[in-house]
T-cell receptor, first 115, second 113 residues
Framework: DVKVTQSSRYLVKRTGEKVFLECVQD?????MFWYRQDPGLGLRLIYF???????EKGDIPEGYSVSREKKERFSLILESASTNQTSMYLC??????????????FGQGTRLTVV | AQSVSQHNHHVILSEAASLELGCNYS??????LFWYVQYPGQHLQLLLK??????LVKGIKGFEAEFIKSKFSFNLRKPSVQWSDTAEYFC???????????FGTGTRLQVFP
């Protein structure tokens, strides 16, 4: 079974802290994604990466950065956490989907509260 | 900008009622289409997907969806819902010239016995 593992289920951080959210996948997927999920807004793409060291901004990248030094690991960084970044963060991975029949697999999510 | 619209935000049904959830996307090129489901407390999982071929796609748990290219739609259907279908449902589109996956805002379905 494909496994996408997020390092924490729940996090509480203080305003201004630097926050790292980690995600690891075990299926050698090329693509990895970070979304945030908020009630009524669905899943909004923050960043995605299509290869090691390669990244592309999603719809809401402001206040976030990412790192992908190894294929299996994709980190989301909040440089200076703010209360409006309180949310559920979802990581996903997929093989390169263009022209192929596949899907994205999701982690359990990290519920981040910034106080 | 490309987007995915789900017009039903919250649907309440009784068991055995029929279900149809709307999904429209705004992109003129080739797309792959997905419906994901998130049961309470669980991670998102794939319900069904369309890549090519027969526009009527069957998924798990009796769900199906129809891709209507002329209407840019991919509506989800189930003839008779069960209490266990209570969940949030997300439509998603993968743009064919990139691997970027875009989601709609989701529809919360509540099924009462």
């Amino acid at each position: 079974d494909v496994k996408v593992t997020q390092s924490s289920r729940y996090l509480v951080k203080r305003t201004g802290e630097k926050v790292f959210l980690e995600c690891v996948q075990d299926m050698d997927h090329e693509n990895m994604f970070w979304y945030r999920q908020d009630p009524g807004l669905g899943l909004r793409l923050i960043y995605f990466s299509y290869d090691v060291k390669m990244k592309e901004k999603g719809d809401i990248p402001e206040g976030y950065s990412v790192s992908r030094e190894k294929k299996e690991r994709f980190s989301l960084i909040l440089e200076s956490a703010s209360t409006n970044q309180t949310s559920m963060y979802l990581c996903a991975s997929s093989p390169s989907v263009t022209g192929s029949n596949t899907e994205a697999f999701f982690g359990q999510g990290t519920r981040l509260t910034v106080v | 900008a490309q987007s995915v619209s789900q017009h039903n935000h919250h649907v309440i049904l009784s068991e055995a009622a029929s279900l149809e959830l709307g999904c429209n996307y705004s992109y003129g090129g080739t797309v792959n289409l997905f419906w994901y489901v998130q049961y309470p407390g669980q991670h998102l999982q794939l319900l069904l997907k369309y890549f090519s071929g027969d526009p009527l796609v069957k998924g798990i748990k009796g769900f199906e969806a129809e891709f209507i290219k002329s209407k840019f739609s991919f509506n989800l259907r189930k003839p008779s819902v069960q209490w266990s279908d209570t969940a949030e449902y997300f439509c998603a589109v993968n743009l064919h010239n990139t691997d970027k996956l875009i989601f709609g805002t989701g529809t919360r379905l509540q099924v009462f016995p």
